[in-house]
């Protein structure tokens, strides 16, 4: 079987993921170009004899690369040089769009010309004559709707013949005192136009030529060329598209003319966010008590049978149950979350609201030297970190992206949230003032971070706000769902990788050297007792409490359970009698409960999903009220709602921004939650002292 | 008359793109060339929406003051 590499190049927002989207359909693939940030999408198609690969470039106007993005499409295009090039042209702007053509030609590789959005340049009175710019530069012109996905699989036989017959596009002709001098400078015979004109243009050997044009045209070499490639981009779209004045309203217009609106767009702006929070934590929990419960009711006794009947030994049944199925089944329960917040987050993106908002709150973020672009993902660390630091995606200078990632993790999200319900509860009378404190803390922390950083490491000025706002498009519920299903067997594929190790690791810490009954014979109970005195001045030299973080750097709320373990606090686990049949019909029934659930919060005005569940860890309560101060059980929760201790966020900055800043970051938050908890506890203890 | 300086509403001609930053060769690329009608749709904050042929693009004002218009 042959292998066809294809790009899909075109400008920002023609549609180019849509189109990979439609081809590629669920063989699609998320992950980063080596050595940057910049998200990498690719797919394949089986098709005849031949797997198409398809390779999907960040949107750059021009082959002048300025931003890290546009340097991976530039450094793509022409040192990996792929075997063919989707050029994706949005045919409503399709002047603009045909420069980058001009430059895609000159590279002179096999070309494939896509014509997105036919149907809405229709609508502005656009009409293209497809065969005369066929003509024109020799390369086959095909219409698509990248929406609906209309004309995209008729893209694919093209491909194979075009790749087969090797055909080129017609080389370019500029006009003729350049092609003369382009002519000279050409050695081998075999040159493409791209590499000539940078030939001419950098090497010294050509000084000559460059003063000879220079006489004739008045100009630089490089002012020449450009102006050229306007000029014929200007040219070709003059020659094929024909323009009727339309009378219709824009409907973008229409729309923007609200959501933009200098008063009301803020306040509609804070509404959509109110509702995607809404939806994501309230349409999701119910499927995530559900596996939950599946885990604990279904998967683990059905697994410890199975043990049990192929008789392996009494290690390996602990590995699995509290390893694999305790730590990584765990983090199996925030899926559902991290699936519908992706929903939500293509959607915005898809519809084209996202650019929006970086646009209307600008004016506020720059004023704290930041792009208005970074209150997105900042917004949604509230809701789970981890998404949002995939999320800074959306940011084009690592500057910036590396600002918001140090700034995301200081935003409390529900893990922590759990943890300061229980906690508030057994000190403080009005624990909603402590835990609203508490968020603000961490607002303030990520704001003291960002000014920090920008002082010192990050200290470039604010980029240029240059973006394009794209219509307003409905992207069709397939698209959407195929965007979720991307992301999430990215998250199945951590979660199977370096979560199952990470809890392994941490159950070992829990239970060597073999043989030990109790946590504080095991190592980890060695390190807590170890570390112990690290947290003293912060009033928790109880080794108890700093042995319980060890296991809590998978997730924050796992602190609970771990000091009921640790704390011996009985738990009542009685032993049913499990029926594996009877067990999946249960499940089966409350899982159809858990989708009734979620479509009634769905239309319920109120948030429920922050409602405090009273737990069964009352027994803990009381040991906890004896055995700490207040003025320490606040410095406790400052010091879980700064450091982050969860594994999913520092694996997701390990990915996004490197290894050093990932580690490096977590010793900085580790530092910053230890000073703000000697404070809290000096501060409080000074109120409480009386 | 500075881009920066008209009213939102207007249309207006491209009349030179001055400065040297790397920045400029973007904004030609996405359509913001000399000789080309471009109309002022808001400014908001340190920035300008613009509607140039069927796109719509913002810039920031300090780019818009390099800019040329009639």
């Given at each position: ?28 693939k ?8 910049v ?14 690969h398809l ?24 040192t ?6 989707l ?28 014509l ?7 609508k502005?009175?656009?009409e293209?004559?497809?065969e005369?710019?066929?003509?024109l ?7 698509t ?5 209309e ?15 090797k ?11 350049l092609?003369?001098v ?8 075999q ?15 050509f ?21 050229e ?6 040219g ?8 009727r ?13 609200l959501?933009?609106?200098p ?5 509609i ?7 995607v929070?809404?939806?994501s ?21 059905l ?7 192929i ?8 590995v699995v149950?509290?390893?694999i199925?305790?730590?990584v ?14 929903f939500m ?21 720059h ?16 809701g ?5 630091i995939v ?7 690592k500057?910036?992206?590396l600002?918001?990632i ?10 922590r ?12 009378k ?5 835990i ?7 607002i ?26 794209p219509?307003y498009?409905?992207p ?8 979720v299903?991307?992301?999430v ?5 951590r979660?199977g ?7 392994v690791?941490?159950w070992l810490l ?8 109790n946590?504080?014979e095991?190592i ?5 007792k170890?570390?112990?005195?690290i ?14 973080l060890i ?8 602190v ?12 009542q686990e009685?032993k049913k009698?499990?029926?594996?049949l ?5 499940q089966?029934i ?7 659930e979620?479509?009634?919060?769905l239309?319920n ?17 009381g040991i ?7 003025a320490?059980?606040?410095a406790?929760?400052v010091?879980?709602?700064l ?6 966020t ?5 990915r ?7 580690l490096?970051?977590?010793a ?6 230890w ?16 | ?13 491209i009349?030179?793109l001055?400065g ?10 996405m359509g ?39």
């Open positions: 079987m042959k292998t066809i590499r294809v790009a899909l190049a075109g400008n920002p927002n023609v549609g180019k993921t849509s189109l990979l989207n439609h081809l590629a359909g669920t063989n699609l998320v992950g980063n170009w080596p050595g940057v940030t998200e990498k999408k690719e797919g394949k198609v089986k098709f005849w004899d031949y797997e198409i390779i999907d470039l960040p949107g750059i106007y021009t082959l002048e690369p300025l931003s890290e993005d546009e340097w991976v499409a530039y450094n793509y295009l022409t990996e040089k792929p075997d063919l090039i050029n994706v042209i949005e045919t409503p702007n399709m002047e603009r769009d045909l420069l980058l053509t001009v430059e895609l030609l000159e590279l002179e590789i096999p070309m494939i010309l896509v997105n959005m036919v149907d809405e340049a229709q502005l009175g656009i293209v004559r497809e005369r710019l066929s003509d530069l020799g390369v086959r012109v095909l219409k709707n990248a929406r609906t996905g004309g995209v699989k008729a893209l694919l036989p093209h491909i194979v013949e075009v790749f087969n017959s055909e080129k596009p017609k080389a370019l002709r500029y006009s003729k005192e092609e003369e382009l002519q000279k400078a050409m050695e081998t015979g040159e493409t136009k791209a590499k000539l004109i940078r030939k001419l243009s950098t090497e010294d050997r000084k000559e030529y460059r003063e000879s044009l220079k006489r004739i045209y008045a100009k630089d070499v490089y002012e020449i060329v450009k102006d490639r306007y000029a014929t981009a200007h070709i779209y003059k020659e094929v598209v024909i323009r004045s339309l009378t219709a309203r824009d409907i973008t217009d229409s729309i923007d003319k959501l933009l609106h008063w009301f767009g803020i306040p702006f804070l509404l959509v966010m109110f509702l929070f809404k939806i934590f309230d349409f999701s929990s119910p499927f995530m008590d559900w596996i939950d419960g599946f885990i604990k009711d279904f998967l683990s006794p697994t410890l049978q199975a043990l049990d009947a008789g392996v030994g009494e290690i390996i049944k602990r149950a509290e390893a199925i305790g730590g089944g765990f983090v199996f329960t925030f899926l559902p979350l991290i699936a519908v917040i992706y987050l293509s959607l915005l993106e898809f519809s084209g609201y996202l650019p929006r908002i970086a646009f209307l709150m600008d004016r506020f973020m004023r704290l030297g930041l792009h208005g672009k970074s209150l997105v993902p900042l917004l949604l660390g509230f789970c970190n981890v998404p949002a999320a800074t995606k959306t940011l084009e200078t500057r910036d992206k600002l918001v140090a700034m995301i993790p200081f935003m409390s999200c529900p893990a949230l759990v943890v300061f319900s229980f906690f508030a509860v057994i000190f403080f009005n624990p909603a003032t402590v609203f404190s508490l968020y603000l803390l961490g303030l922390t990520a704001l003291l971070t960002a000014f920090v950083l920008r002082k010192t490491l990050f200290r470039g000025s604010l980029y240029h706000f240059v973006m394009e706002l219509p498009r409905l069709t519920l397939r698209l959407l769902l195929r965007v299903w991307v992301y067997k990215d998250f199945l594929y979660a990788t370096l979560i199952f190790a990470a809890s690791v941490i829990l239970n060597l050297p073999p043989g030990v009954k946590p504080s095991s980890a109970g060695y390190i807590g170890t570390i112990s005195p947290f003293a001045p912060l009033g928790l030299d109880d080794w108890r409490m700093s042995t319980s296991p809590a750097f998978l997730a924050r709320e796992i609970l359970s771990s000091m009921a373990t640790i704390y011996a606090v009985e738990s009685d009698e499990f029926n594996a009877k067990a999946l019909k249960e089966g409350s899982l159809l409960l858990a989708f009734k979620a479509f009634i919060n239309f005005p109120v948030p429920t999903a922050f409602e405090v569940e009273e737990g069964s860890v009352d027994g803990l309560k906890i009220a004896k055995s700490l101060s207040p320490s059980g606040l406790f929760m010091f879980l709602l450091y982050t201790s969860c594994l999913g520092v694996a997701v900055m390990w996004e921004a490197g290894k050093r800043f990932a490096l970051f977590l900085y938050s580790f530092a910053v939650g000073f703000f908890g000697l404070l809290a506890y000096r501060i409080g203890s000074l109120i409480w002292s009386t | 008359m500075k881009l920066e300086e008209i009213k939102p509403g207007q249309e207006v001609m009349l030179n001055s040297k930053e790397d920045i400029l060769e973007k904004i030609k690329a913001l060339r000399k000789g080309r009608k471009i109309a002022l749709i808001q400014k908001v904050g340190r920035n300008l929406l613009l509607k140039v042929d069927n796109s719509r693009i913002v810039i920031s004002r300090e780019i818009a003051k390099n800019i040329e218009v009639q």
